[in-house]
Structure formats: C-alpha cells, structure tokens
C-alpha cells in the first residue's frame, strides 16, 4: 500500500511538472494566461531549458534511476503527443557531444595557431 502512494505522488508531481511547462509554452510564456494559438504565438518560441542530460544515474539503489533527461524525454512525447511537433530546447549540463566537438574544433584551430595550417590535432 506504501508504495502504491508513493508512486502515486511522484506520478502526480511529474504529472504536474508536465502540465505547467506545457500550459506556459501554450499561453506564449504568460504563467496562468489564456490559450494562444500557434498560429498566434510571437515568433520567438519560450526557451526550455534542460540543465542535465542523464537519462539514468547510479546510486545506492541497486537499478539504475530516472535522471533529468527521463523529464525531458516524458515533456517531447507529451508536448508531440498534444500538438504533433517536438519542442525546441536547449541543453546544458554535463559534456555532451556538441561539448567535445566545439572543444575539438577550439583545440585544432589553437594548434594551427602555434604549429602552422599543417598541424593535426591527434584524436585521442
């Protein structure tokens, strides 16, 4: 029975989470305003923005756990769900690909800098 209501909390709480951000993008980023069409919204959509991109973490607990990319997964299915398109967001947090990509094109052109056009940064 415990678990059963603990489960319906964080339901309820994700539940919520989920419904607010897409009530907010859906009144133009007016908190509580009225619906907007999207033919009516300002050209400049509401910046969503993800602060970490783990979609499982490890602890303590023997499986894997839910991480913050879980939420931003759970919010594209139901945004895509209710209105047929993805969300645009942007993503921070630990080093992605685009991190170490940017990192690399910095650390060649740096290199190039010092050693000539003919320098190769080594891929490691």
Known sequence: MVIKKLTQLQMFWRGIALQVLCD??????LIGGPYVPLNERSDEPVEVVFCNPDLLWRSDFARPRLGQGAFKEAF???YKA???A???YVQYGKPTKAT????QTVLADR???????KAVLPRV
């Open 111 to 117: 290199l190039k800098g010092i050693y000539g056009a």
């Open 24 to 29: 907010i993008i859906q009144s133009n980023g």
């Open 86 to 88: 993805t969300y645009p």
């Open 82 to 84: 209710v209105t047929g």
């Open 100 to 103: 170490y990509d940017f990192a």
């Open 76 to 78: 594209q299915a139901v």
